[in-house]
Every structure is written in C-alpha cells, then in structure tokens.
C-alpha cells in the first residue's frame, strides 16, 4: 500500500487543500457575504404567497369584467359621433346607417336612396318589414312579456337628418318606440 | 414553499407534501394571458330618443294624456338656437341662445345652450321629483340637412340637465328631458 503512488486529487475523494487558483485577489467580501459574517444573508426567499393573491385579484377582476358577447359590431365605414352625456349601452338590434346602405344586425335592410330622392320623411319598406319580423319573433319567443321596443340606430356622423328621422320614424312605426343613438363616449371634463 | 405537515411517523410514507405553487402560478399566468387578450373595452354609449308616434295600444296608457309644457329646440338657425316653451300649441315662452360651437377633438358640443338648458328646466320644468314617474319632453327641430353629428351635439346638450329618479326602491340620476323629433 505505501508503495502505491497516490492517486490524484480528481480520483481521490478527499485531500489536503492545496493552493486556490486567485486566491490572492482581495474578495473577502464577497467571501463574508456568502459565508455569513454577521452581515444580512444573501439568500432570500421569493414572496410566493402575495404574488398569487396579486394574480387572483387580477383574474377575478377580468373575470368579472369578461365579455362572451364579444365587442359591439361597429361598420368599419361608420365614423360615429361622441357625446358626453350618453348612457351604458343595452341589448337591442342594431339599425346602421352607411352612406346609402341599411343595415340590421349586419343584413341588409333597404337604402336611403328613396330617402334621399323624396327630399322627404319616407318609410323604408325593407327595414320596417325587417324590424317587424324581429319583433314578432321576440313575441312567440317571450310570450306574455311586454316587448321592451328598443332598437339602436348606428350613424355615420355625415348622414343628413332628414335619413336620421325617417329612420328613426321607421323604426318607430315598426314597434321600437326607445330608440337611441350610438355614441362614442366624450370624457365630461373634456 | 408551502407545504402540509400530516405526521408521516411510524415507519410509514411521509405524508408531507409540498403544494406546487409553481405549476398553479403559471396557470394562474395563463388565465391572465387569456383574459387579457380577449378582454373587451367598450367605449361606446347611446343616447336616447323617444318617438312619439302610437306604438301598440297599452292597457297602462291613457286615452289622451294631459298637455304638459314642452320644450322645443330650434336648431334651424345659423346663428341662435330657439327654446320655446310650449303648453299644447300655445307659446309661453322664447329664449334666444347664440349658437357657440365649441369643437372638442373633432366633436362639435354646445356647452352655452346646455347650460340654458338646465337654468330653463330648473325654472319651468314639471317633472323634477324623484318619485316622478314622468319626464319632460323636449321636441328637437332641425333641417333635413344638418349632419348628424350637429343633430347629436344639440341632443347631448338637452341632455345635461339631470334628476333623480326613484324605480324599484333604487334611486339613479337620469336626464331630465326625454327627447324627440318633430317630424315637420
């Protein structure tokens, strides 16, 4: 045994320490630091516990915020107006009025050439047919309930009153007495 | 780490066992993830009209409604609006706004006739307690060429002056004026 050459510090699993590579470079503090030497530890425990509170408030918050419905279908082509003193929006068809399209709920529903040609309140068959169908459906859907009328009418802000009263009167004689107008919403201190 | 300690003695299976707290963060990160990119920020709003025309008869309605006063805004002017207050078609009063426009980014408001407005529904309007179930009208007179972007920013200035309004035992502050077209 005494005989036998010894083996390398890389075989042998314990050994003498030898000379420390840089040992001579003056990182005694670091080395206190790690070691202790009464200075604060080093290692600090991550705050698991108030981060996912932070994260549970956020979900229940996007939760509660969270929309099935999706975002309101507003034409590309609409350019609406802003109003200060406007309300939350409701359920309810939507009427838009395009340059000279018609639409209900994104289907077609009449032009306001005949409108615009008449150079008078006129009646748009199309929508007015379109409205009732709607409401009449409502009707056997809901039975006994009172139909609330509500319909939303979506302007481009360009489109002259006259298209605006026939349709809203269109929409009136078709059953939908509540009708209101999409708005963007204008800050009050704006 | 947040852990459980059940005993785990007498030779059997520790039952000591670390929830994983990182597995539920990084779910928890996922559902954020999700919600925040399917959130929906809806900066839309209505305003509302009423339209006078006879709906289907009601059994809750009256025959003929008792004449209340009105208040009809005049836009057809280029340089004043007209609020006139009526009872029926009798005038009981006129008041002249100069037409101000105040553009705020883009948008066209009348902050001068929604403050005449509100002085003029304090002073004359019929329906201001809560219990009120009923509202005053306004009736909005326009040519049929006004954009309706001009039409809006006369019917959100009519809408400035508010009331209380008790419903349900629920007390909201709601316009004080329910709108319509005159249709001449």
């Known amino acids: 045994m005494s005989g036998e050459k010894p083996l390398s510090r890389f075989h042998q699993p314990i050994n003498v320490p030898g000379r420390r590579l840089l040992h001579h ?56 107006p802003n109003a200060q003193n406007a309300v939350d929006m409701l359920e309810a068809p939507i009427v838009a009025v395009s340059g000279t399209h018609i639409l209900v709920d994104g289907i077609p529903a009449g032009s ?7 150079n008078r309140l006129t009646r748009v068959d199309e929508l007015h047919n379109v409205l009732k169908a709607k409401r009449d459906l409502w009707t056997q859907i809901n039975p006994g309930k009172p139909f609330p009328g509500n319909v939303i009418l979506q302007v481009d802000r360009k489109v002259p009153a006259l298209v605006v009263k026939s349709v809203f009167q269109t929409a009136a004689f078709a059953g939908y007495p509540a009708v209101s107008f999409m708005v963007g919403r204008m800050a009050a201190d704006e | 780490m947040a852990g459980i300690d059940v005993g785990g003695h007498g030779g059997k299976r520790a039952s000591n066992h670390e929830i994983p707290l990182i597995p539920f963060i990084d779910f928890l990160l996922c559902l954020v993830m999700f919600l925040l990119v399917t959130a929906v ?19 809750d309605e009256q025959d003929e409604p008792p004449k209340d006063k009105e208040l009809h805004v005049e836009m057809r002017g ?3 609006f007209q609020l006139v207050w009526k009872e ?19 948008d066209i408001t009348y902050p001068e006739l929604g403050k005449k407005i509100e002085s003029e529904w304090k002073a004359n309007g019929a329906h201001r307690a809560a219990t009120d179930k009923k509202f005053d009208r306004a009736v909005l007179h326009t040519d049929n060429s006004t954009p309706f972007a001009d039409v809006i920013a006369v019917l ?14 629920q007390t909201e502050t709601v316009p004080a004026f329910h709108v319509t077209f005159a249709t001449n």
């Open chain 2, 88 to 106: 029926g078609s009798t005038v009981i009063n006129t008041i002249d706004v100069p037409r101000k426009p105040v553009e705020v980014s883009g």
């Open chain 2, 156 to 169: 959100d200035a009519i809408y400035v002056p508010t009331r209380e309004f008790t419903v349900g035992g």
């Open chain 2, 41 to 59: 920020w809806s900066h839309m709003a209505r305003i509302e009209a009423d339209a006078k025309v006879p709906g289907p008869p009601r059994e």
């Open chain 2, 78 to 80: 280029e340089n004043h």
């Open chain 1, 112 to 118: 306001t050439r005949a409108i615009v040609d008449a």
């Open chain 1, 25 to 80: 470079i003056g990182l005694g503090f670091v080395r206190k630091k790690v070691v202790g030497g009464g200075g604060r530890a080093m290692n600090t425990e991550i705050p698991l516990i108030p981060f996912i509170d932070f994260l549970l408030c956020i979900v229940l918050f996007l939760l509660a915020s969270f929309s099935a419905t999706g975002e309101l279908p507003v034409d590309k082509n609409v350019k609406l």
